[in-house]
């Protein structure tokens, strides 16, 4: 019985009602559900994009792993901590990290930069040296030569490369004490700019130098450090490194992985991607209940047929069937039919980059087999639910005239 009640079902869908106002109407809800799954599969291929996107955004920002103090800045026996990371065969590089703000001036304009202090090493944890795309990246041969972001860079507009435009950079002293002299409320340094990198939003105002200048500005012994970034050989082993590290490294250290040192940037992306999709698990169930009216104009149009098949026997739970069913192939197709044309269209955006976020920058795309799974489910749930609710016909609806 259960493949009878299919079997009509099926010819219900596809042969000619009695009315073309019926098949219309069928077909509606065919191109409703179409639309919505097509809509909500670009929008989360879309996000999948902008989620690659902001890790490549910010990947120059936060290594694998990053290692801090709880008591105090600066890290302590940084020698025991050096020979512990060199020890370890899941680590691939690590360097230390000095970085603090301080003020600019060049030829009378100033400005607030942070001054990140690294060693010969970094760019081996953060490439940061292939963001450079004026000047060079500096050779570390002397602690003053820097490398400023690009729109700190145009705002002073200190020239590069140059070997006789230097700019002056000032960290105010800690303590307490009388102020006698200018010496005594700031440490200055010239430096000479080498090269320009652009910061992506996550690195604006930033200038990257030998770690040996903050030392200087700050007044720090040698191989001191704020922090220390780790590149590992298996980024999937984030965890388990980490938990090795702080057993061996002991207390007073704090170690944080790349997603803990954004976790407000991701939790703000993830918010983000809920809201889209509650958004359009509305929309798709707005649009079921076009689904919900081709059911019931069928259940009008199939009136007499329906008595028919109950004369014959066919029990009123079957009928019932064939309409559920109809509604299933109706969400099903729709399903289909909405993952092909929006696989197609991410697709055109992937090769085409014809829909641009800006002028430069088209809208990032990944298809991802996850977001077929979330749309289909999604839709299925909406979909065959109202299937079930408006198949519950009566058998007096079916007798009466």
């Not at 030829?107 to 944890?125: E, F």
């Not at 507009?157 to 960290?171: E, G, K, L, Q, R």
């Not at 002293?173 to 005594?184: A, M, S, W």
């Amino acid at each position: 019985m259960k493949n009878i009640a299919f079997y009509i079902a099926s010819r219900y869908l596809l042969a000619k009602k009695g009315s073309t106002a019926v098949t219309f109407i069928t077909w509606l809800a065919v191109g409703a559900m179409t639309v919505a799954v097509t809509a909500m599969f670009v929008i989360i291929s879309v996000f999948s994009g902008l989620e690659d996107l902001n890790k490549d955004l910010i990947s120059n920002l936060h290594a694998d792993l990053t290692i801090k103090s709880t008591s105090g800045k600066t890290l302590k026996d940084f020698d025991k901590i050096n020979r512990i990371l060199k020890s370890n065969n899941e680590i691939s590089s690590f360097s230390r990290v000095i970085e603090e703000k301080v003020y600019i001036n060049y030829n009378g304009k100033g400005d607030i930069a942070y001054l990140r202090g690294v060693d010969s090493a970094y760019i081996k944890v953060n490439p940061i040296n292939k963001d450079v795309f004026y000047g060079v990246y500096p050779s570390f041969k002397y602690s003053n030569e820097v490398l400023m972001e690009n729109s700190l860079n145009n705002r002073l507009a200190i020239p590069v490369p140059s070997n006789s435009d230097y700019a002056t950079v000032f960290m105010p002293k800690p303590g307490t004490g009388i102020i006698n002299k200018e010496e005594d409320i700031y440490n200055k340094k010239d430096i000479l700019v080498t090269g320009i990198f652009g910061g992506k939003d996550q690195l604006n105002n930033y200038i990257i130098s030998p770690i040996e200048l903050t030392e200087e500005l700050l007044n720090l012994p040698e191989h001191s450090a704020y922090q220390i970034v780790v590149k590992l050989k298996d980024p999937s082993n984030t965890d388990s490194v980490k938990q090795q590290l702080l057993s061996s490294l002991g207390k007073n250290i704090e170690i944080k992985t790349k997603e803990e040192e954004n976790a407000a940037f991701w939790k703000m992306i993830n918010t983000e991607k809920l809201f889209i999709y509650l958004i359009f698990a509305l929309v798709i169930f707005i649009t079921t209940f076009n689904l919900a009216g081709a059911i019931i104009i069928l259940q009008l149009d199939k009136k007499e047929q329906a008595k028919s098949l109950i004369s014959l026997g066919l029990p009123l739970s079957h009928l019932r069937q064939i309409y559920f069913y109809t509604g299933i192939l109706i969400v099903t197709l729709g399903i289909i039919s909405g993952l092909i044309l929006g696989t197609g269209l991410c697709y055109f955006q992937q090769y085409t980059e014809f829909f641009k976020a800006n002028e430069i920058l088209p809208f990032p795309v990944k298809i991802v087999e996850k977001n077929y799974l979330i749309v289909a489910v999604t839709a299925s749930l909406f979909g065959f639910g109202i299937s079930w609710a408006f198949s519950k016909i009566g058998k007096d609806y079916i007798t009466k005239s």
